[in-house]
C-alpha cells in the first residue's frame, strides 16, 4: 500500500529549518569568522517570524512568535512532494492544523466521491471527503448484443470470434504443483476443459470520468466482450469433475487482437471431485476458495486451446484476515 505521512507543527518546523540554515551560515564563513550561535530550543522565538509587543503577560520589547509569515515555508517543507495543487493544500491545512497528513492510496473508501487523505493526530482527526481532489473513475454501460456477428464497435471485437475461440475442447497434461500446499493426488494427470456459452453476451463500454483538475488525463478504462457460458472441467484422476457457470471476457484494449480470459472463484467445500488440500505450514490455514484462472488465447487464434492455473490463498491461523501468499495448487496449457 502507497502510504505517506507528513508531520510538523508550525512553530516547531519553522525553528529547526531557520536553525539549519544558520549552521550552513556558520561553517560556510567559517574562515572569516567565528560563529556565535546561541543556544535555543524549540520554543525560543528569537529572530524568526513577526514580532510584537507583548501584552499583560510579557516584558516590553520581548519578541513573540507568530505563525502567519511562516506558514507557506512550513508547508512546501512537508508537502512539496503533491504535484496535484489540490492535494498539496489539503496536506497544507492538515499540516498547520497541527496533525499528521495520511496519503492513503492504496485503500479504496466505498463513497466513490470521497479520496484518500486523512488528518490524524489533531484533537479532532478529520477525513477529506470532498471531490475536488478525486482519482477519476470508469463507469460500464452494458448493452445486451443480439446479432453475435455484428462488431461492437468500442472493444473491436465480433462476439462469433470469441464464441468460436473458447468452444473448443481441451485436453492437456495438467500437473499439480504443490508448492506451499499440499494434495491428496499423484503429480501428474489430464485435464478436460469444455466450453458451452448460453446465448447471452454483453457488450462493455467503459466511459472515462478523469479528476476535475485533471481533464486530460488519459484513460485507464477498457472495453470489453463478456460471453456468459457453463464450464465443464474434469482431471483424470477424479479430483475435479466440475461443472459450473462462468463470465468470459475479451479485452481488446489490453491486447490487440483481443485476449480472451475467464477468472472465477471454486468453493472447496463445493467440489465435486475427490481433491483435497492443506498446508504445508501446521500454523498456517489455507483460504476456503481457490481462484481459477484460464487464458483461451487471442481472437482469431488459429486454435482455441485453452490454458489455466489454480492458486489459493495461505493465511496465518492466528490472523485469518491476513494474506502470507498466493499457492500454485496446479496448471495445465502451455501458458499455466
Known amino acids: 500500500m502507497h502510504y505517506k ?14 536553525s539549519k540554515l544558520r549552521l550552513f551560515a556558520c561553517f560556510a564563513l567559517l574562515p572569516l569568522a567565528a560563529c556565535d550561535i546561541p543556544d535555543k530550543e524549540i520554543g525560543d522565538s528569537e529572530g524568526y517570524g513577526e514580532s510584537e509587543e507583548s501584552g499583560e503577560d510579557g ?9 502567519g509569515d511562516t506558514n507557506p515555508e512550513i ?14 493544500d489539503l496536506c497544507c491545512e492538515c499540516i498547520l492544523a497541527g496533525g499528521e497528513f495520511n496519503d492513503l492510496a492504496g485503500l479504496t473508501p466505498d463513497d466513490e466521491s470521497a479520496y484518500n487523505y486523512e488528518c490524524a493526530g489533531t484533537d479532532e482527526p478529520f477525513t477529506f471527503e470532498s471531490p475536488a481532489c478525486e ?11 443480439a446479432d453475435l456477428d455484428e462488431v461492437f464497435a468500442p472493444a473491436g471485437v465480433i462476439p462469433r470470434e470469441v464464441i468460436d475461440l473458447v468452444t473448443v475442447p481441451t485436453a492437456a497434461p495438467h500437473i499439480w504443483d504443490q508448492l506451499g500446499v499440499e494434495t491428496n493426488t499423484d503429480a501428474a494427470t489430464t485435464m478436460q476443459f469444455e466450453v458451452v456459452p448460453t446465448g447471452v453476451v454483453y457488450g462493455l463500454e467503459s466511459v472515462w470520468f478523469p479528476p476535475t483538475d485533471l481533464p486530460d488525463e488519459p484513460s485507464p478504462c477498457y472495453n470489453s466482450i463478456e460471453v456468459e457460458v457453463v464450464i465443464d472441467m474434469s482431471t ?14 475479451a479485452d481488446l484494449d489490453k491486447t490487440d487482437p483481443a485476449t480472451v480470459s475467464l477468472h472465477t472463484e471454486l468453493a472447496l ?16 490455514i489455507l483460504d476456503e476458495e481457490m481462484t481459477l484462472e484460464v487464458d483461451f488465447g487471442q481472437v482469431g487464434a488459429a486454435t482455441g486451446e485453452a ?15 491476513l494474506t502470507l501468499s498466493h499457492a500454485k495448487v496446479g496448471h495445465w496449457g502451455v501458458g499455466g
Open 5 to 18: 505521512s507528513s508531520t510538523l507543527t508550525a512553530a516547531h518546523s519553522g525553528h529547526l529549518y531557520i
Open 59 to 67: 516584558e516590553d520589547g520581548e519578541v513573540t512568535e507568530t505563525v
Open 75 to 88: 508547508c512546501e517543507l512537508m508537502c512539496d512532494y503533491y504535484e496535484r495543487q489540490c492535494s498539496f
Open 135 to 145: 482519482d477519476g473513475s470508469c463507469h460500464d454501460e452494458s448493452t445486451l448484443l
Open 236 to 249: 483424470a484422476d477424479g479430483a475435479l469433475a466440475e461443472s459450473f457457470e462462468g463470465t468470459l471476457t
Open 269 to 284: 467445500a463445493g467440489l465435486a471431485g475427490t481433491l483435497e488440500l492443506s498446508p504445508e505450514d501446521p500454523d498456517t
Open 307 to 321: 490454458s489455466g492455473e489454480l492458486q489459493i490463498a495461505i493465511h496465518p491461523s492466528d490472523d485469518p484476515s
